[in-house]
């Protein structure tokens, strides 16, 4: 079982009727980075920045992010890698004092690019950091909690003045740097195209969307049976939103858990996802999926997936794919 599986380490991530689909690795460690490479990851699509600013007093500096961001740039050889600006807030082990303390409604509250905003200083720092490491290779910037254009302007800003700040230092930045938004808020899943012009690239984090999208704490231990992707509301807004992607040449990736569940795969296909980013720990298993499914029947089933009226429904759907 495991050494079939390993053979998929240099096999396509094709459909049987012969349809690419783009395997991303989240990555929070050297040891993810490493993996992903060997894995053949298509690049990165999620470094979560956080973990630079955790269980620490003082904020890393310019440099020392820049040297982290350079490494996971030099580790992917040349293939993307998507840098994900601060995602702080009280629901994160932070001790740098950045976050407030006790809110009542930690998800609800100041974290993401809304704590970035209220400390522009720190932003820019980070921003120009990711600047300079993408002087080393394809770096894609992607903005955590974004809910309006309004926001995704104020980030357009700030990486406007970073890039002066650098110029003015005479140090080296990367010419051109793809900017993307999480779609987590389900405000920024119905404004999209309020905003996309100011997008190369979306990527939904599910995680997040589910959470708010149902009401229900990802974390809360008595609600695990309710919070889950397999819900009608969910499914009609993601597949909203890859329709939307591909009227518009915007490409659409799923990064929460679910994109990294061999078990949705056939659900993700059906409703038209093609990018994909996922732990290495399950990259093989969902390639393994990928390239037992047929697309386009798939999406011809994609109707009936999206006739479900529940749970069980969509299981069944699941059970027949
Ligand atoms: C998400 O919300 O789906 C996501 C990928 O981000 P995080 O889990 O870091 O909130
Ligand atoms: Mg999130």
Same mark, same amino acid.
């Given at each position: 079982?495991?050494?079939?599986?390993?053979?998929l380490?240099?096999r396509?991530t094709?459909?049987?009727?012969?349809?690419?689909?783009?395997?991303?690795a989240?990555?929070?460690?050297?040891?993810?980075?490493?993996?992903?490479?060997?894995? =053949?990851?298509?690049g990165i =699509?999620?470094?979560?920045?956080? +973990? !630079?600013?955790?269980?620490?007093?003082? #904020?890393?500096?310019?440099?020392e992010? +820049?040297?982290?961001y350079r490494?996971?740039v030099?580790?992917?050889a040349?293939?993307?890698?998507?840098?994900?600006?601060?995602?702080?807030?009280?629901?994160?082990?932070?001790?740098?004092?950045l976050?407030?303390?006790?809110?009542?409604?930690?998800?609800?509250?100041?974290?993401?690019?809304? !704590?970035?905003?209220?400390?522009?200083?720190?932003?820019?720092t980070?921003?120009?950091?990711?600047?300079?490491?993408?002087?080393?290779?394809?770096?894609?910037?992607?903005?955590?909690?974004?809910?309006?254009?309004?926001?995704?302007?104020q980030?357009?800003?700030?990486?406007?003045?970073a890039?002066?700040?650098?110029?003015a230092r005479?140090?080296?930045?990367?010419?051109r740097?793809?900017?993307?938004?999480?779609?987590e808020?389900?405000?920024?899943?119905?404004a999209?195209?309020? $905003?996309?012009?100011?997008?190369? $690239?979306?990527?939904?984090?599910?995680?997040?969307?589910?959470?708010?999208?149902l009401?229900?704490?990802?974390?809360?231990?008595?609600?695990?049976?309710?919070?889950?992707?397999?819900?009608?509301?969910?499914?009609?807004?993601?597949?909203? #939103?890859?329709?939307?992607?591909?009227?518009?040449?915007?490409?659409?990736?799923?990064?929460?858990?679910?994109?990294?569940?061999?078990?949705?795969?056939?659900?993700?296909l059906?409703?038209?996802?093609?990018?994909?980013s996922?732990?290495?720990?399950? !990259?093989?298993?969902?390639?393994?999926?990928?390239?037992?499914?047929?697309?386009?029947? !798939?999406?011809?089933?994609?109707?009936?997936?999206?006739?479900?009226?529940?749970?069980?429904?969509?299981?069944?759907?699941?059970?027949?794919?």
């Open positions: 079982e495991q050494a079939q599986l390993a053979k380490r240099h396509r094709r459909t049987r009727d012969g349809v690419d689909i783009r395997l991303f989240n990555a929070e460690s050297r040891e993810d980075v490493a993996e992903a490479h060997a894995l =053949g990851a298509d =699509g999620l470094y979560r920045t956080e +973990f !630079l600013f955790l269980r620490r007093r003082e #904020l890393p500096d310019e440099e992010q +820049f040297l982290a490494d996971l030099l580790g992917m040349g293939r993307p890698v998507t840098i994900r600006t601060l995602d702080l807030g009280a629901d994160k082990a932070d001790h740098t004092g976050s407030l303390r006790g809110e009542p409604n930690p998800a609800l509250g100041l974290r993401g690019v809304r !704590l970035s905003l209220a400390h522009p200083e720190l932003f820019l980070q921003l120009r950091a990711i600047l300079r490491a993408a002087a080393y290779g394809p770096v894609r910037l992607l903005v955590p909690m974004i809910g309006s254009r309004e926001e995704m302007l980030v357009t800003r700030l990486l406007e003045r890039r002066l700040d650098l110029e005479d140090q080296q930045a990367g010419r740097i793809e900017l993307g938004a999480m779609i808020v389900p405000a920024a899943a119905l999209l195209p309020d $905003f996309v012009d100011l997008l190369d $690239f979306v990527s939904v984090g599910t995680n997040d969307l589910v959470q708010y999208l009401a229900v704490d990802r974390n809360h231990e008595l609600l695990s049976g309710l919070y889950t992707p397999r819900h009608p509301a969910v499914l009609r807004v993601l597949s909203e #939103l890859f329709a939307y992607g591909r009227r518009r040449s915007v490409p659409v990736a799923v990064c929460g858990e679910m994109a990294g569940d061999p078990a949705n795969v056939p659900l993700l059906a409703l038209g996802l093609r990018d994909f996922l732990h290495p720990s399950t !990259l093989l298993e969902v390639r393994r999926a990928v390239r037992a499914c047929d697309f386009a029947r !798939l999406r011809r089933r994609a109707a009936s997936l999206l006739r479900a009226h529940d749970r069980d429904g969509i299981e069944r759907w699941l059970r027949r794919a």
